[in-house]
């Protein structure tokens, strides 16, 4: 049977179901933007759910599971991902049935199954990216089990690959999960339902609440309005620059404020952060640069910084090609102090520039919030 078509059958089954359905939804923020909203019924021994993501373009994904009672583990997860702002590309179906040491997992796009096997530890769960529905499936899970770390095993349906974690308790009511190597801090009561989750320390940054019901299709709509307007989360940018018969490249990713006070609480301050979003920022030069009473030779490389309460340290790093999360300080070339102004106006989106001040004399600057950062050179 087709996975799309079993997903009309997903309401009769839950209400037939002995246990009465707990209904909830879940809504993520970036700051005052709206990232997901996911709607979730579930009883003892069944769920589903259907999920809006805007990132990187409006997706919708449909799913239902099966439980075991007593375990509360995954015995099946299926589901239909669509694009409503993209009416030319098909949808695409899913289906995962879990054994005991194993995932078979299915993607189907039209007539076209992939079906693969997948090793994993007993217990093993799916996961979407900023599906919190689903991450309630694990906190759940590991209360059922008990003790203070349960590993759990979670399989990412586009990525088809398994990803080794654990729901560790943190308090009375709270546990973490890791989230691309960051505690992802989720909110939950006795029972492991969760109540609500806080990634303000991890690369996501976001919030979410549990709520009892939302307008999902006025969401979806907002999502795909925004998207018609050319709303980004991230986008990619370069600068470029010619200083003194210097030519000078950088690729970055230019985050957004978001109505948030970035330095100190979106950027942790005495932490090398990636001078952007996504990806390292990648930097070219094409003749020599002095800087700081060092000598940069010309080449390509990734830039790094370090945030403090009076200040910032730039780091060029000899590594590239790298995500954001990857920082190796054994790449480290040289680290350079910053100069820092502080801005009347706060600047919305971040931005490197490159200035001329002289003949041979330039800068690098870092725009956001209400600092401006400048890195001055000279070329050789």
């Not at 209400?15 to 209904?23: I, K």
């Not at 809006?52 to 299926?78: C, K, M, N, W």
């Not at 957004?256 to 952007?276: K, L, N, P, S, Y």
């Amino acid at each position: 049977m087709r996975v799309s078509r079993t997903m009309m059958l997903g309401s009769l089954l839950l209400a037939a179901c002995g246990s009465a359905p707990e209904e909830a939804v879940f809504l993520t923020t970036l700051g005052q933007d709206t990232l997901v909203v996911e709607s979730l019924i579930r009883t003892q021994d069944r769920f589903e759910g259907t999920m809006i993501h805007r990132v990187p373009r409006t997706t919708r994904y449909t799913y239902r599971g099966t439980l075991d009672a007593a375990t509360q583990r995954v015995r099946s997860f299926e589901g239909t991902m669509t694009f409503p702002g993209d009416t030319g590309r098909p949808p695409a179906d899913f289906g995962m049935s879990f054994e005991d040491t194993a995932v078979v997992s299915t993607w189907r796009r039209g007539d076209r199954p992939d079906t693969a096997r997948l090793t994993t530890r007993r217990g093993a769960a799916p996961t979407i990216l900023q599906g919190f529905a689903l991450y309630e499936q694990l906190t759940r899970q590991a209360a059922a089990q008990g003790g203070d770390s349960v590993a759990i095993d979670v399989v990412g349906i586009a990525s088809r690959r398994v990803f080794p974690n654990a729901i560790v308790r943190q308090g009375n009511d709270s546990v973490s999960y890791s989230l691309f190597g960051k505690p992802l801090m989720l909110h939950v009561d006795h029972e492991g339902k969760l109540l609500g989750a806080d990634g303000g320390r991890t690369t996501q940054q976001t919030i979410t609440v549990r709520l009892p019901a939302v307008d999902l299709a006025g969401i979806q709509s907002s999502f795909l309005a925004a998207e018609e307007r050319g709303w980004s989360l991230s986008k990619r940018d370069t600068t470029t620059g010619a200083i003194g018969g210097a030519a000078l490249w950088v690729d970055y990713s230019r985050p957004m404020r978001r109505g948030r006070d970035i330095f100190g609480q979106v950027v942790r301050f005495d932490e090398v952060w990636r001078t952007g979003a996504n990806a390292a920022t990648q930097f070219r030069t094409s003749r020599d640069l002095s800087v700081g009473g060092r000598v940069l030779p010309a080449g390509f490389y990734t830039l790094w910084t370090i945030p403090t309460e009076g200040g910032a340290t730039l780091i060029v790093n000899r590594e590239t090609g790298q995500w954001g999360t990857a920082y190796d300080s054994s790449q480290d070339i040289i680290r350079i102090p910053l100069e820092v102004e502080a801005l009347d106006e706060p600047v919305e989106r971040f931005e490197i520039g490159v200035e001329e001040v002289g003949p041979r004399e330039g800068a690098l600057t870092f725009s956001w919030d209400r600092s401006r950062w400048r890195l001055r050179f000279t070329v050789r």
